[in-house]
């Protein structure tokens, strides 16, 4: 399934290849930036992000909860039994482990190289690490067709498999994860030690050899100065609290990760909701006037900046993100949401990309953001979830 995000005039939409109108390959695309007129080298790259990278399916498909809940991830970590860690292994070995990973996994695509937008969107999706080594000896990444599944090979571990969907689905997520791991392991032999507990490059993580996580945007608990007491019960539980971009990195924007390495789908789900019904609260308090101020305020910082690094770009995101849900922001959530992806990328105060992050913003949103006046939303004191 081909997937683009088409622009029409002066908005952008995620949409399949067969629902495309005829004349999105019959003409040339137009883009105006209403705030900033001139013309840069780095209009390429944007249109590039915008007309021809294939999003991933979590962009597109169901996303249960998606008010709360971005995304949902399973990832199974697996190294070969006769091979040495990739820390260890020559260069040999380490195209010896792609060579047999990539037969047992035929059918994939292999992604060796990939423009800058592309590997923007992968990264934001968590779909491959922000530092994994393309163009290296021996590594790989493979991927589905529909951009659901992902394998990492030689990285930290020999595979890392992972499987990234919509909204609150983490049980959708382990299966598909799931199957990929059953299917590499017909034909793969696993590192196990004598009581069948998978072994890693790094200790620590051997044992189940798998993770899950759900990404949430809780800026009802961020503005009322509770989610950290809400993690810190978290974890206390044995759950791992993590930023937008995983490990060693820290919430930003009230995007946060919740994840596990011991707990079962279902009862990282239960956590989870947990979350949401807290959030659910902290979203009333909002009302009062706040969340329309900060979301103007995000709205002309997008609009004035020479450049936004990440944490000030999903600081700004997370409340449009809001007020898509509350109808001051005429643009979906899950436009949001791939954009977010995409604006995770670079060198938090690299100015080269603190500057395309800026200009990627203004092209994406266009500045033409529809507000509702706040007595009629915002005075109803109602927010709309879904069931």
Known sequence: MNILIYLEGESARIMRVEQMPSQAFSRPLKVRMAVRQERTDFDSWVEAALRSTQPPDWLVGDAPYHEFVVSSRARIMRNLRDLPFPHLASAGELEEVRRRVEAAASGLMALDSMS???????????????????????????????????VMVNEEDHLRIQAVTGGLSLETAWTAVAVMESRLASSLSWKTDEGGAYLASSPPNSGAGY???????????????????????????????????????????????????????????????????KERQARIQLLDGRADRAISTAISTVGSSDGLNVAAAVRCLSWLRLGSLLGMVARPQRDLDALMALICFGEADEPTANLRRAHLMRRFLDMKLDWIPTETKMGSKSIRYSD
Request: glycine share 10%; aromatic share 2%; no cysteine.
């Open 211 to 277: 993770r899950l996580s759900v990404l949430l945007h809780l800026p009802g608990l961020a503005a009322s100065g509770t989610a950290e007491a809400e993690a810190l019960l978290l974890e206390s539980e044995g759950l791992e609290i993590r930023g937008v971009l995983g490990e060693r990195t820290r919430a930003v924007g009230a995007y946060v990760q919740v994840g596990t390495t011991r707990r079962t789908a279902g009862e990282l789900t239960e956590a989870v909701r947990h979350l949401m019904n």
């Open 116 to 150: 800058l937008p592309e590997r923007a969107l992968l990264v934001g999706s968590r779909l491959v690490a922000p530092d994994f080594p393309f163009g290296q000896r021996g590594r790989t990444l493979l991927m589905d067709r529909s951009r659901t599944v992902s």
